[in-house]
């Protein structure tokens, strides 16, 4: 039997590119929602703040990739805490009500971006968020680690890196970060395949970067995940055919802070 999904956000950068992927996976069955719907992609209109609507389409769902994000960095108390943390605890609620086996969560390096770049970290280190933004990405992931503790539902986290619009790293400070559209859309399924038994996890979601700020090599064991693409030899040919990279390497890994 095919495995149902439901994707939020399947209309912004890193959700589509999961939304089209997995619908050609004859594993999966798709539904992709967005705060506005895409009759064209066959995307639903879903905003998180709507419980009704969550309940219906959590129906049926095994695993739900929440994708979905405000962007809106200065306005912590008046959008990001009500739309997205709000709206990620309606999502769980939701989730386990209707007896949703696992979310995987688009979380960030942000959550722990004032580490200095020298330093090696576990996912499981203290948070030291770098902005409101990642902050607000700390709260969500312990709002994983509550259910999951609960025994209610799996929580995975995806601390993403640089996954920029044309899949290619464009600067020094990516080639430590970034991931390829194809490596994100493995460890994604990774994470939906990955053992029942696996209640909750932290990761983060890069490729096979030679200069990598993380140790990923423990999930190929953990969840199976092996990444084919390394940002150092993309950048080296950029750099051998002209084009410009970005010197921007900074002291904190999740970029140059105040």
Not at 213 to 220: D, K, S, T, V
Not at 242 to 254: F, L, P, S
Request: proline fraction near 3%; include cysteine.
């Amino acid at each position: 039997m095919k495995r149902k999904l439901l994707i939020t956000g399947a209309a912004g950068r890193i959700g589509n590119v999961l939304y089209r992927g997995l619908k050609e996976d004859a594993r999966y069955d798709v539904v992709g929602a967005d705060i506005q719907a895409d009759e064209e992609q066959g995307i639903v209109q879903m905003d998180v703040a709507d419980e009704a609507r969550l309940a219906e389409l959590t129906q049926g769902i095994d695993t739900v990739l929440h994708f979905a994000w405000i962007k809106d960095e200065e306005d912590f108390l008046g959008k990001v805490l009500p739309g997205n943390v709000g709206g990620a605890y309606k999502l769980f609620e939701s989730a386990v009500q209707s007896g949703v086996r696992r979310i995987v969560f688009a979380s960030s390096n942000h959550a722990t971006g004032y580490y200095k770049t020298d330093e090696k970290l576990d996912p499981m280190d203290p948070y030291r968020p770098d902005s409101f933004y990642g902050l607000s990405k700390c709260y969500i992931e312990l709002l994983g680690r509550l259910y999951s503790d609960q025994g209610t539902i799996s929580s995975i986290n995806i601390r993403i890196g640089n996954f920029p619009e044309d899949d290619r790293p464009h600067s020094e400070r990516a080639g430590h970060i970034w991931i390829s559209e194809r490596d994100m859309l493995q460890l994604v399924v990774c994470c939906i395949e990955a053992d029942s038994g696996l209640q909750y996890l932290n990761l983060y979601g890069t490729s096979a970067n030679s200069d990598n700020y993380y140790n990923i090599g423990y999930l190929e064991e953990l969840i199976g995940y092996k990444p084919q693409d390394d940002a150092a030899g993309l950048l080296e040919e950029a750099k051998a055919a002209g084009w410009k990279v970005r010197q921007d390497e900074t002291m904190y890994q999740g970029g140059q802070q105040p």
